[in-house]
Structure formats: structure tokens, C-alpha cells
């Protein structure tokens, strides 16, 4: 079975500054794909990043980037110039590769990221 | 293109009560899952299907029953409802296959007192 942990359940950062958010995970598996979601006030769960673990590029969606190291199974997620919009819950997720059941997520706790003005 | 809807969004409810949470996607997506977010917890899988007639259990099936006769509604009952299933409950559904984004629903608040 796989584990994802987010051992930091608050974080805060001044806007325009840079967070790191971090995520360890555990799995025998060699194929399969990481998620950061974004959970804001409204509930709703937004993907933020992707990361298969095949690649060895970090994946970046503009202000938003990872650091995967898959030796180590840490996926941290850096966020750039922090927005007031960024203020939400953010988990990170596991996933296998490949389909039917394997397309079960796995999720951390989830961390509370605060952007200060 | 509604996405992934779920009703109601809020729901009050008696220990003993029965009732369902209905989930809907209309993106033609054969693999849909009910997950429920408690506070510390994350989100923990209850229940899956990779296709219509096809459902299976997660990590807290408990309590809850699902079935899926058609490929567009993912129903999740609660046969009697406890206090312990009070809860954020959320259906996501997927393509599948190789194609492993997952859309999710607003989610549904559910009370038990």
C-alpha cells in the first residue's frame, strides 16, 4: 500500500515571496504519477501540478513548480511570487500508473498555506 | 458541459437515517470514486468504479454502499447514518485508462447528529 505524508500542517508566507511545501511518500512501485491539489474556501479541489514519475524534468505550470527526487520519494511544491489567491489548503497525491483501479488517488493530510499582504 | 455535479450540497440528517448522495459526469468518463474529507485526515477513498456494473471498495467502505448502472451516475447510500459519517464527502471521476486526471465535484457537507 502507498503513504503520502505531509508532515507541516501550517504554513505562512508574505505576498511576492517563495514556499516550499513538502511531501514524502512511500511505494514499492516504479511507475506511477504524483498531484498537488489546491483545496481554496469554496471546497472545490483544483489541480495545481503533475508529475510522472517516469520523467526526470521537474514539472512547472507557471508560478508553480516541483522538486521531485524519486530516490529520496519527496515531492516538494515551490510557489513563486505568492498571491492572496494562493491562501488554501494544498494536498499532495499518489496515484499508480496505469488504468482501472489504479486510477485510485492516494492523499496526504494536507497542509494550510496562508498568504500574508 | 456540467463537469462532475453532486446533490445536495448540504444535508442534515438523524442517527438512523437513511439517504443517498447522488454524483453525475458527463464527460463520458468510466472510472468515478467517492472520497470523504475529515479535518487531519485528507481525503480517504470509500468506494470505486472503472465502469458501469463495476464497483469496489477503498480504504473506509464502511457504512456506505454504492452502484453504478450507468456509466454517468456514481450514487453513494448511506444505509444508517452515525455521527462518525458526519463529514465532507466528494465524487471524482476520470477517463481512464492511461488518462489519469481527475475531475472532482463542489463536494457535499453531511451533518449527522
Known amino acids: 500500500a502507498q503513504t503520502v505524508t505531509q508532515s507541516q500542517p501550517e504554513m505562512s508566507v508574505q505576498e511576492a515571496e517563495t514556499v516550499t511545501l513538502s511531501c514524502t511518500y512511500d511505494?514499492?512501485?516504479?511507475?506511477?504519477?504524483l498531484f498537488w491539489y489546491k483545496q481554496p474556501p469554496s471546497r472545490q479541489m483544483i489541480l495545481v501540478i503533475r508529475?510522472?514519475?517516469?520523467?526526470?524534468q521537474n514539472a512547472t505550470e507557471n508560478r508553480f513548480s516541483v522538486n521531485f527526487q524519486k530516490a529520496a520519494k519527496s515531492f516538494s511544491l515551490k510557489i513563486s511570487d505568492s498571491q492572496l489567491g494562493d491562501t488554501a489548503m494544498y494536498f499532495c497525491?499518489?496515484?499508480?500508473?496505469?488504468?482501472?483501479?489504479?486510477?485510485?488517488?492516494?492523499f496526504g493530510k494536507g497542509i494550510t498555506l496562508s498568504v500574508r499582504p | 458541459n456540467a463537469g462532475v455535479t453532486q446533490t445536495p450540497k448540504f444535508q442534515v440528517l438523524k442517527t438512523g437515517q437513511s439517504m443517498t448522495l447522488q454524483c453525475a459526469q458527463d464527460m463520458n468518463h468510466e472510472y468515478m470514486s467517492w472520497y470523504r474529507q475529515d479535518p487531519g485526515m485528507g481525503l480517504r477513498l470509500i468506494h470505486y468504479s472503472v465502469g458501469a456494473g463495476i464497483t469496489d471498495q477503498g480504504e473506509v467502505p464502511n457504512g456506505y454502499n454504492v452502484s453504478r448502472s450507468t456509466t454517468e451516475d456514481f450514487p453513494l447510500r448511506l444505509l444508517s447514518a452515525a455521527p462518525s459519517q458526519t463529514s465532507v464527502y466528494f465524487c471524482?471521476?476520470?477517463?481512464?485508462?492511461?488518462?489519469?486526471?481527475?475531475?472532482f465535484g463542489p463536494g457535499t457537507r453531511l451533518t449527522v447528529t
Open positions: 471524482a471521476s476520470s477517463l481512464g485508462g492511461h488518462i489519469y486526471e481527475q475531475y
Open positions: 497525491a499518489f496515484m499508480k500508473h496505469g488504468a482501472g483501479a489504479n486510477s485510485k488517488l492516494t
Open positions: 511505494t514499492s512501485e516504479n511507475n506511477y504519477y
Open positions: 508529475q510522472e514519475a517516469y520523467k526526470q
